[in-house]
């Protein structure tokens, strides 16, 4: 396997109320634990925001590659992804991911084959496959 990107970030501060910053300087992000969670929440976003837009934006660039190679003609696709924090019995946290695509214009059968083929090539379905749960919806 070769290495066709290498992205790097760093947090400081205190975690979930700390910052991020990527080494080039794009992100530079404060982190404040949301008010569900017993934080300030506010302006300030947190590490499952930053998933889900990281999530979608990446399901949303597998989705058109596997339309393309299908020669599938989209329209006006879009993606949400929501991430979910749970708790663990016995101690610790868990993340669940619901990824709805909607395809406008395309068949509802051949969307969820679309949405299908792209969760075996995106590369956060690949790393979180196993894992964690991953519910998929199409929508047309």
């Known amino acids: ?9 760093v947090a400081v501060g205190e975690g979930r109320n700390g910052e991020v910053r ?3 300087g794009v992100i530079d992000e404060v ?3 949301p008010k569900e969670l017993g934080g300030p929440g506010g302006d300030k976003t947190n590490p499952e925001q930053l998933f889900a837009a990281g999530y979608a934006a990446c399901f ?11 020669s599938v003609k989209l329209g006006e696709t879009s993606i949400n992804a929501k991430v979910n924090l749970h708790s663990v019995d016995g101690g610790g946290f868990q993340l ?3 990824l709805s695509a ?3 214009g395309l068949e509802q059968g051949q969307a969820d084959q679309l949405v299908a083929g792209a969760h075996q090539i995106c590369p956060y379905s690949n790393a ?3 894992n964690i749960e991953v519910a998929l ?4």
């Open 96 to 98: 669940s991911v619901a």
């Open 22 to 24: 990527s080494s080039d």
């Open 102 to 104: 909607h395809l406008p």
């Open 31 to 33: 982190l404040a634990v």
């Open 60 to 70: 949303h660039s597998a989705l058109q590659v596997v339309a393309r190679q299908q």
């Open 128 to 130: 979180t496959r196993g």
């Open 137 to 140: 919806e199409a929508t047309v």
């Open 1 to 9: 396997m070769s290495v066709l990107y290498t992205a790097e970030a």
